[in-house]
């Protein structure tokens, strides 16, 4: 079992963390004995909510830049 979130709205924070971990962790070629890694300890809760506050802040820059570059198409 993998680790699960401590409450009912981070779900979706989970599941974009695991495929983000999935895809830094898991070898090339993955095969049943590596399944070993993902276990319930594979990733604290804590690191999966944090998740919230960096997509927070890159969806701000993205649309910080989007309004500048409207901004100096306007002008």
């Known amino acids: 079992m993998v680790p699960q979130q401590d409450n009912d709205y981070d779900c979706g924070l989970f ?3 695991f495929m983000e971990r999935f895809i830094k962790d898991a070898p090339p070629r993955l095969i049943m004995s590596d399944l070993d890694m993902f276990g319930k300890k594979w990733f604290r809760p804590a690191e999966a ?3 919230r506050d ?3 802040t890159l969806l701000e820059k993205h649309f910080e830049d ?3 570059k409207l901004d100096a198409i306007d002008s």
Do not use: M, Q
Request: net charge positive; proline share 0%.
């Open 54 to 56: 960096s997509i927070k």
């Open 15 to 17: 599941v974009l963390y």
């Open 49 to 51: 909510s944090r998740l």
């Open 66 to 68: 989007a309004k500048n």
